[in-house]
């Protein structure tokens, strides 16, 4: 793994300014760090999917097929007679340059062909060369430039610097969508048997196992049945969870990452017993196993090939609908894909909750809950009795993520759960163009979580990290909470290296501090294990005392 | 020669040579080549090559609906959704065309564009920090642009129509109301060359800009400032017969087309440049005009979750399967008790 340089050593050294050469004369530098690596045969084997071969990114040649640029111009073209996106998205860019500085890959490297424009144009100047007269004709001047094996190279290194949070679309005055670009540059990649190791490992392993974290279904269950046991310890509440039951009411589908590491692990404990205290009849599938996607930041095919089995198990177990748990791309799918994809799910039913008898009807089709949704409705309905004092010890600050926020729009849920199950001001905002639609990505998601990747997440969280610094500066602020498994699987690392002493924490984890079960054991502890405000704090005041 | 004076001087000079063709052509009394000829194929490739790119555009189908949404969605009843929630992440066919409008009409995302700087910064460990405004004024440039054409385009319907239309009329004594100088300035015309060069200087001097920026950027930019220079020398300088010029245009629209005697070559320069424009459009990045319209992550309602979208050319894929699954790990299953669909 590479050295990652310190905080002060990076910062410093951005400089926005472009170098003197034209774009269409560099070429990026695989330096260690700033790059994942390519992905190894046996994953592409076990998926199907074509050119597998051992391969690495600083090879001078990437033993591309002898056909390669034949397969990705082919490939472009179906892909513009599918996607009017692309087709739009190539022809109507006007540089004007407002997503220059939106895109946190930009802000944290200073490297111009992350302004999401030239991105975009690395793709589209070839579009040029092969489909546009004036491109044929006039070349450069055109802006347009031969596909050769340095430009895929440069495809590789800039599309997967971007983490299709969609920032720039927001900003785009034609809302062209980088990410829809991203996606369909890396399928070409994909075509040519261009993969990071890190996605098709998950994808794979997902594929085949049920989860990206490969879990065999005796390892998951063992994993969830050890955070009952950790609730029944922390609450005196046992939590049991039933495995791929048949005619349970609602199939809960999560993010692997929430049982797989700390602290998403919290978030799934705080899942069970939220699930427990209403004596909810939900099911987990072990084959179901992952709501998130990596397959949707390889291809769109992919991503159908992975969600399809959400209905397939809904179906199967005979449930009447689904929630799905705290995690961001997994509800962009979830929300834009997974209906076309996979459905009509006519053989659900419109999500009813049984406590509260809420008619979820913005989810009449896809038949698919929110937790948070889910959890705001019990808590406007007074159906949780809390105890957020549970909670004092924690002062948060909320990363909208960029899915759920520019691919969904589900901001009030999260914060109405965060002011109930905090003691009031124990929640502040960060500063207004860094939250809500504006929010700045983990500089992580879509496929990054790699480690050989270090350096370049932790330039690309730069302006989340920024942000919560100022928070944690002014305010005081201890957790940042978040409702994205890959959040919290990689902004621990984000904040240790930018904001040390942060904390990442789930929202559902704070619900299950608070939440008082009428037979529960007196707490002492979050579930965290870490000591309650106000608890062992008596001896030490007498020791003042003395 | 570098990539910036490439892109910079190949269409400076490009338009320079547009001007001195037509220049040479009225010199070579090519009058009605200039006048007639030329704008009229103008209009014909303008037309067929606008609906040319629409349809090439629409044959494209839409696959998924991917708005990019900006604002609350629809949730639980009551989490009340603003006007500004309801524009931003729209729910219904009205709330787009809302949108729609705002963003046409008002340039929604332009005027949300934020400026991010990374600035010295003491207090902090590493010594600086990044800083996030507002920043409006491409929004202002770009608004200014924008109306200011269609004002001056709208006002030149007076050579276009016989009588003039009221609106026309009224439209030229708001735009003129400054009376002070004879002949009337019109506001409009002096505000879209202000905002053209606006718009072109900021490409050349801000280095990021200067950097992304192709000869299709500046082309159209020369283009307009020719167009709005000759324009403005014919009215207050260098007067042309604007009688003389009417006739030649009403005899254009009437398809009766005559070359009146008399009219000065800076109108046929001006013309010219007109009708390289429009040729030009189709074929140019100024289809971002009809393409915003057709912008999937614009114009279509956030409803996902309870309208399924379909894809025409949705396909089925293979997918493991619970009983390939099963199959792999079945005695694992049964010896930790996950139920299973065949015992053994």
């Known amino acids: 793994m590479a050295k990652v340089p310190k905080p002060a050593e990076i910062l410093p050294g951005i400089s926005y300014q472009p170098p003197a050469k034209g774009w269409m004369e560099t070429k990026p530098e695989f330096k260690p760090g700033t790059y994942c690596n390519a992905a190894s045969p046996k994953w592409l084997e076990s998926i199907g999917y074509p050119y597998s071969r051992a391969w690495s990114v600083t090879d001078e040649d990437w033993k591309l097929p002898e056909n390669w640029k034949e397969i990705i111009l082919q490939g472009l073209q179906d892909r513009l007679d599918r996607f009017r996106t692309l087709k739009l998205f190539f022809d109507i860019c006007v540089r004007c340059g407002a997503c220059a500085d939106k895109c946190h890959f930009f802000l944290g490297t200073g490297d111009p062909k992350n302004m999401p424009v030239l991105r975009a144009e690395l793709m589209r100047s070839v579009y040029k060369k092969y489909f546009k007269r004036a491109g ?68 794979a392993s997902c594929y085949e196992r049920g989860s990206h974290i490969g879990a065999t279904p005796q390892a998951m269950k063992d994993m969830i049945d050890f955070f009952a046991e950790e609730n029944e310890r922390v609450t005196g509440i046992a939590t049991p969870v039933t495995y791929n039951r048949k005619g349970a009411e609602i199939l809960f589908v999560a993010p692997s990452g929430d049982y797989f590491a700390d602290p998403g692990t919290y978030t799934f404990m705080g899942y069970m017993l939220l699930f427990n205290y209403l004596d909810l009849d939900y099911t987990i599938s072990t084959y179901a196993a992952e ?81 948070s949704e889910f959890t705001a409705d019990l808590l406007y309905h007074g159906k949780l009795k809390l105890d957020p004092s549970r909670n004092a010890h924690i002062k948060m600050t909320f990363h909208d993520s960029c899915n759920t926020s520019r691919g969904m729009g589900i901001f009030e849920e999260p914060r109405y759960i965060i002011q109930n199950v905090l003691p009031p001001g124990h929640f502040v905002e960060m500063p207004p163009n860094t939250i809500r639609e504006k929010t700045f ?81 007196e707490r002492t502890t979050d579930l965290r294990d870490r000591d309650l405000e106000g608890v062992g704090e008596t001896v030490e005041e007498g020791e003042e005392d003395e | 020669m570098t990539f910036f004076k490439m892109h910079f001087f190949v269409p400076l000079f490009a338009v320079i040579g547009l001007v001195i063709i037509a220049y040479a052509g009225v010199q070579a009394n090519l009058q009605a080549v200039f006048g007639v000829v030329l704008p009229y194929l103008a209009a014909l490739i303008f037309v067929e090559g606008l609906i040319y790119r629409l349809v090439q555009w629409a044959r494209s189908p839409v696959p998924f609906r991917i708005p990019t949404t900006a604002g609350q969605n629809k949730s639980l009843p009551w989490i009340k959704k603003d006007l500004g929630d309801k524009l931003d992440n729209p729910e219904n066919t009205l709330q787009v065309i809302g949108r729609m409008a705002l963003e046409v009409l008002a340039f929604r995302s ?22 996030h405004w507002s920043y409006k004024w491409l929004w202002l440039g770009a608004i200014a642009f924008h109306y200011a054409f269609l004002v001056v385009l709208l006002r030149h319907l007076r050579f276009f129509t016989e009588p003039v239309p009221g609106f026309v009329h009224l439209l030229d004594s708001a735009d003129g109301f400054l009376q002070f100088f004879i002949p009337t300035v019109y506001i409009s015309g002096i505000v879209l060359l202000v905002a053209a060069a606006y718009l072109l200087v900021r490409r050349v001097t801000q280095p990021q800009l200067r950097y992304i920026s192709l000869a299709a950027d500046y082309f159209p930019l020369f283009l307009v400032l020719g167009i709005g220079i000759t324009g403005v020398l014919m009215r207050y300088i260098y007067k042309v017969d604007i009688i003389a010029v009417k006739q030649l245009v009403i005899g254009l629209v009437t398809l009766h087309p005559q070359v009146p ?84």
Request: glycine letters at 8%; hydrophobic letters at 40%; charged letters at 20%.
């Open chain 1, 136 to 203: 044929m004709m006039l070349g450069e001047l055109a802006g347009a430039r031969n596909l050769t094996e340095d430009v895929l190279k440069e495809w590789f290194y800039y599309l997967y610097q971007c983490t299709e949070c969609r920032r720039c679309s927001l900003f785009c005055p034609y809302g062209i969508d980088m990410a829809e670009m991203t996606i369909l540059g890396r399928e070409l990649l994909s075509s040519v048997g261009v993969n990071i190791e890190w996605t098709m490992a998950s994808v």
């Open chain 1, 291 to 371: 709501g998130g996607n990596f397959g949707f930041f390889m291809s769109h095919e992919m991503g159908k090939r992975l969600n399809a089995k959400i209905y397939e198990e809904a179906k199967r177990l005979k449930v009447k609908w689904i929630i799905g748990g705290e995690c961001g791309h997994m509800w962009r799918i979830c929300n834009q894909y997974m209906d076309t994809w996979n459905g009509p799910a006519d053989f659900l039913e419109v999500p009813v909750s049984p406590i509260t008898g809420t008619k979820f009807e913005n989810a009449a089709s896809h038949k698919m809950v929110h937790i």
């Open chain 1, 441 to 521: 990505c983990c500089g992580s998601g879509s496929g990054f979580n790699a480690d050989e990747y270090l350096e370049t997440r932790m330039r690309g969280g730069l302006p989340r990290a920024n942000a919560v610094r100022y928070v944690a500066d002014k305010y005081g602020v201890n957790h940042l909470g978040c409702i994205c498994a890959i959040d919290r699987a990689v902004l621990p690392t984000l904040v240790n290296y930018w904001v040390p002493g942060m904390e990442v924490t789930g929202i559902s984890e704070m619900v299950g501090n608070a939440l008082v079960f009428p037979d529960e054991i």
């Open chain 2, 110 to 131: 332009l005027f949300r564009n934020l400026r991010t700087e990374l600035r010295q910064d003491p207090d902090n460990p590493e010594g600086a920090r990044l800083i």
């Open chain 2, 261 to 344: 005697a008399g009219i000065g070559s800076l109108f046929y320069i001006h013309i010219f440049l007109v009708s390289v424009l429009f040729a030009y459009f189709p074929f140019s990045k100024l289809m971002h005009a009809p393409g915003v319209f057709l912008s999937p992550t614009r114009n279509l309602a956030s409803n996902n979750r309870w309208v399924r979208h379909v894809n025409p050319w949705n396909y089925p894929v293979k997918f493991h399967s619970y009983m390939e699954y099963e199959d792999e790990f079945r005695d694992a299953m049964i010896e930790v008790e996950i139920p299973v669909e065949k015992e053994s």
